[in-house]
């Protein structure tokens, strides 16, 4: 018998384990490895350029998560479709009536929207800029999540444009790859925002705590006038964000004694949970 | 293909399906509490067949998952070979051991295994720690589940392992 084979049972065919635990030298040298791996990581953030082209091929492996969910419609329009639709047509005759009724105040609703859309053209929006993209996943790690975002027009995405859900900001995008690219969440440990208050128009700087944990405003002085429930936007200052992007509302503000600074707790409006589409504003 | 060949491949099939399981099949809503399959996957193997899968093994699919999650690479890697030469070491007792008996002892190495995630390598200052209650509540629950799933994953790979492997 050789040193790392085992034997087998006559009667059972099962193996009988007679092998020696591995040898410690072996596992030593692969945690060093690791160990150079986290240091040159911490150092170089060498991760960040491999993750992205590692992602981009596997994009099939997305494409092929995709497939159940396909199947299971395809199936359920081909023997639902009928009765789906004979329900359907019932309901928008239903539909139609109301509409006849309401048709007399659109003239009022007209005015309305004339009025909205030169409130909207007033506002310095290009619409061009923006681009929708497909999540591909989220990460598990909830202090450093990772959002990974399907792109197809790769050649206007560019680097640091902000991400959008539609309630606020999510986050801003690091890395870009072929055919997807990578998401620095506001809800990271690594992320800063630089953000004003709404009614006290305060400037801070706010920070990530953790996915479905509230974000924190750094180094604010014990004498700054927050106030609870107050909305949070982007300042624009830094130039990464476009200004006036809603990020939150402050939940708690606390006066500890012992500490130097206010404690400050921000509840992000958005999440990228559960959320399958994102805008990315392409910032010039 | 000879035996071992064809060997190799199934285990390595089952760990790309595992990893695959967990970055594209759990809803969003519970990433966080949600079992590490490639981990269960891996160690049943590593007790299994001792033989076959061992530290390379473990390092490889590591390094995968830190590029996948987005922690610092090595941390998960550093982690994997760890515990496969915890169940190399100890897998006389562990095989032996009933299931049931085997998820508890799964229990307290996933436990600790999602608490050391939770050190902020790169910059210790920020408070990140384990003193988080809401990480140390996720991290009980991830546990818990995963000690769950394992008889679920113990049953599969056997039938697999008597079915295809010789």
Known sequence: MM??????????????????????????????????????????????????????????????????????????????????????LKDLEKENLKLKASNKITSKLSADITRLNSLWSSVNLDPNRYLIAKKNFLSSNEYQPTLILNIDQQQKVKQN???????????????????????????????????????????????????????????????????????????????????????????????????????????????????????????? | MNNSKKNKLWIFLTLVISIFIDLYMFPDAVL????????????????????????????VVGLFLDILTGSILGLHALLFVFITYICQRFFYQFRVAPVLQQSVILFFLFFVFKIILAFDFINVSSGVSISDIQYLFNSLTFAFLSSLMWPIIFFILRELRRKKIK
């Open chain 1, 161 to 284: 444009s902000a991400v959008l859900s539609d309630r606020g900001l999510i986050g801003r995008v690091t890395k870009i790859g072929t055919f997807s690219t990578e998401v620095l969440l506001m809800h990271d440990v690594r992320s800063s925002i630089p953000i004003v208050t709404e009614s006290s128009s305060l400037h801070a700087i706010l920070q990530g705590k953790g996915l479905y944990r509230h974000g924190e405003l750094a180094f604010i002085k014990k004498s700054a006038e927050f106030k609870e429930g107050e909305r949070v936007f982007t300042s624009g200052l830094g130039g990464v964000f476009p200004e006036g992007i809603p990020v939150g509302r402050i939940v708690s503000i606390s006066d500890l004694v012992d500490e130097e600074f206010l404690n400050i707790k921000i509840n992000f409006f958005s999440s990228p949970v559960n959320k399958d589409f994102f805008l990315l504003y392409r910032n010039e």
């Open chain 2, 32 to 59: 966080h509490l949600k079992p590490l399959i490639t981990l269960l996957v891996l160690i049943y193997w590593n007790m299994a067949l001792p033989d076959k899968v061992g530290v390379s093994e473990a390092l």
């Open chain 1, 3 to 88: 040193k790392r084979e085992h034997k087998v049972s006559n009667i059972s065919s099962e193996a009988i384990f007679a092998i020696p635990a591995m040898k410690p030298t072996r596992v030593i040298l692969a945690l060093c490895f690791c160990l150079v791996l986290m240091l040159t990581d911490i150092r170089y953030n060498s991760s960040s350029f491999i993750r992205i082209h590692v992602i981009d091929l596997l994009k099939p492996l997305s494409l092929i998560s995709e497939i159940p969910n396909s199947v299971y419609s395809a199936v359920e329009n081909y023997f639902f479709s009928r009765s789906y639709l004979e329900e359907k």
